[in-house]
């Protein structure tokens, strides 16, 4: 009985998983109003893996989470962007790195709010001084985006929430460091 | 904050700490508690929480009341994101149209030095429940005034 229940309950599963695959894009997260900054720095930098993004809310898996691999690659595009450095390198050659970790995603399907802090940490490369470091919060209200769809499980209205939550995060991220970057120097430079 | 590597990582109650920092045996004070969303003023939210706050950190035995001068006390400062109290029919028709609402960003500092050395956010929601959830925009406050306390509480060995 067991073995026979076996197989429709695998392929029920992966049905089930195949129907929850995120559906953000990274392209859905770089900030649309960043601009190339005019003065920037004549660091050369590298962007680590950002750590975390693990939401504690179990649920969220069922919708499109913000994960690690898709935010550091929204947040080089969003500096490469900007150019508020001279140069977007790897590690080896980079005067600087900066690492982010995503201390706090919270939210759950059907939820109202989607709220995401972030931490950035800019260090020297060569002694590991920190040059620059800040926490940024950044949140949405479904009802902000809720344009008349009777679809309160619409995935994409959560990806959306989402997105905006992360490029408002990038924004003020890249909104500080247009007032720091010129004035960060490393040992190398 | 010291460190992002070097920050704890809180799976369940979701502070996160600066390296190294120890939170056993120290006392808690409650500062005013600030808000971006007017709703939270019009709503009493702020002073609810504070006072919730205070409420629950007196339980455990961990509020500053100031009568003691404990040395190096950690200030909690907290300011409302997001507020709403919603609405008992939008809650009865469908979840988030009436949904009651906080979002609170918490900072921990050193009393002395007012370095940063903790942060978490609290959010607290009440989506469905209908008439049963008449006092939704109020139990949100302490709910969330309760998930701060456990997950301070959480980082004290007892």
């Known amino acids: 009985m067991q073995s026979r229940l076996t197989v429709p309950v695998l392929v029920l599963s992966f049905t089930l998983l195949g129907g929850c695959t995120p559906l953000v894009q990274v392209n859905d997260l770089v900030p649309r109003s960043v601009v190339r900054i005019p003065s920037k720095s004549s660091m050369r930098l590298a962007v680590a893996a950002a750590e975390g993004g693990e939401s504690s809310e179990s649920m969220t898996v069922v919708v499109a989470n913000v994960n690690g691999p898709e935010y550091t690659e929204a947040l080089r595009q969003t500096l490469g962007t900007a150019g508020l450095f001279s140069e977007l390198t790897t590690e080896d050659h980079a005067d600087a790195v900066l690492r982010t970790r995503i201390l706090s995603q919270r939210n759950a399907p059907r939820s109202a709010v989607y709220t995401l802090l972030v931490h950035y940490e800019l260090r020297d490369r060569e002694t590991s001084a920190i040059l620059w470091q800040d926490t940024i919060y950044s949140d949405a209200v479904g009802s902000d985006f809720y344009s008349g769809e009777v679809d309160i499980i619409n995935r994409k209205f959560f990806v959306r929430v989402r997105a905006k939550t992360v490029q408002d995060n990038l924004s003020q991220l890249v909104a500080t460091l247009t007032e720091q970057a010129p004035h960060l120097k490393t040992r190398s430079r | ?158």
Not at chain 2, 43 to 71: N, S
Not at chain 2, 73 to 87: D, W
Not at chain 2, 109 to 135: P, W
Not at chain 2, 138 to 143: E, H, P, R
């Open chain 2, 1 to 158: 904050m010291a460190a992002a590597a070097g920050l704890a990582f809180a799976d369940e109650a979701s502070l996160w700490l600066s390296e190294g920092v120890d939170l056993n045996g120290r006392r808690f004070a409650v500062d005013p508690v600030t808000t971006i969303d007017p709703r939270a003023e019009e709503e009493h939210a702020v002073d609810k929480l504070r006072t919730e706050l205070a409420k629950g950190l007196a339980q455990l035995e961990m509020l500053d009341t100031g009568d003691k001068a404990p040395p190096r006390s950690v200030r909690i400062s907290c300011e409302i994101k997001r507020y709403s109290a919603g609405n008992v029919a939008g809650r009865w028709i469908g979840g988030k149209f009436g949904a009651a609402y906080i979002v609170v960003l918490v900072k921990l500092a050193e009393q002395e030095s007012h370095q940063l050395i903790g942060e978490m956010v609290a959010v607290r929601e009440i989506a469905g429940g209908g008439l049963f959830s008449i006092e939704a925009g109020s139990t949100i406050v302490t709910d969330a005034a309760d998930e701060i306390v456990k997950a301070i509480s959480n980082r004290v060995a007892h």
